[in-house]
DNA sequence: CTTCGAACTTATCATTTGTCAAGTGGATTA
DNA sequence: TAATCCACTTGACAAATGATAAGTTCGAAG
């Protein structure tokens, strides 16, 4: 966890990373378990320690997957812990798993006791943002062979630890689509 | 702005206010004029007071748009804007318009003074984030038609201030498709 | 070991979207 | 006013992707 704060350009004094640690409660899960089910509202953040979790949502009954996580890496369903509201999206781990969890009105409390850790909350949102950002660009430049040898090139994990059919919908296109274009990139 | 912060659930006490408030500065532009350049650092936060902005970008010498701003906004390059590196974006007036502008090293060190302020900040970068993750769900939901639908009955300021062109690009669909899904939907 | 089921692949055909080329209309400018 | 430019539209054809159905492979469960 405190590599992510690096790695974001955060910092947090000793005393503050204390009064951080102090609220993570350490949990687990098993491959196939559903950490945050369809319609329930969102009220924690997940550290994933270790393994590799997805996020989904139902699509006139199709399952489309939104995320791929793998550890190390903070997560949650933001505009459901915001607000309350019940999350659209279910997130299920596809590895057995080891998790930080840090309840959401905990975090909110920390946020008044120590800017350093607002401000991790902004970095946090900044990059989450970008790299939202950055997946949309994908859509509007790449079209679904090269979306996937971005995936191949930049995140070739995600190759290795999640269903195919999960990256098929991750790229917005069908499974049959996307073996289609493994088929392609192979021949050429 | 005072609106911006309060729709976004914040809320900036009268001396961090006027804190804020002391370090923007008016500028105007006209209708065509590029406020930020394609390769340059990205040095402002602007607060879109009055008129339209498009940001854009150039694929394989074709203009695709990524944003459209109506007033009242907050936009800025994000990435840039943290990291001092060129902007792979560029920003143009559609309108003319009428900004409050603030410099991004000015507002790092208003984080430092006023919690509210870093507050306002991460609650900003929350909102930005969930936007861009729900235009990303777009894209793995809906197919064109369907964007356009959701455009014209969600946003229909855009197509009203907006050329259809760029809302094609913005689509991810060619001004031609557009078009054409534009008489399909009248002849429904 | 065998059976079973789910993931993945392959094939065929329909649909959507892109590409290229040309035409229309309205706004700006000489 | 006339000429020009550019957004927008339309048409014909090509390419990409979806839908459906069926076959293959592999790992899990009995």
Not at 50 to 69: N, P, Q, S
Not at 130 to 135: G, R, Y
Not at 175 to 188: A, G
Request: hydrophobic share 40%.
């Amino acid at each position: 966890m405190r590599k992510y704060i690096e790695y974001i350009g955060g910092t947090l004094p000793d005393t503050d990373w204390q009064l951080y640690k102090d609220h993570l409660k350490v949990t687990s899960a098993k491959k196939g378990d559903i950490i945050l089910a369809l319609n329930k509202p969102c009220k924690t953040i997940w550290h994933l320690a270790k393994g590799a979790v997805r996020k989904l949502e139902i699509d006139h009954g199709i399952e489309k997957t939104t995320h791929f996580y793998i550890a190390p890496k903070v997560f949650t369903v933001l505009h459901s812990a915001l607000t309350g509201a019940p999350s659209d999206l279910s997130i299920v781990c596809e590895e057995d798993c080891e998790f930080l969890e840090l309840d959401i009105k905990l975090l909110q409390e920390l946020y008044e006791k120590s800017i350093y850790i607002e401000r991790i909350g902004r970095r946090m949102a900044e990059e989450e943002f970008i790299e939202e950002f950055s997946m949309r660009r994908m859509f509007l430049k790449l079209d679904a062979l090269q979306r996937y040898e971005y995936i191949e090139k930049e995140h070739p994990e995600i190759l290795r630890r999640f269903q195919l059919k999960d990256v098929a919908t991750f790229l917005g296109v069908t499974p049959e689509t996307l073996s289609r274009l493994r088929k392609l990139r192979f021949s050429v």
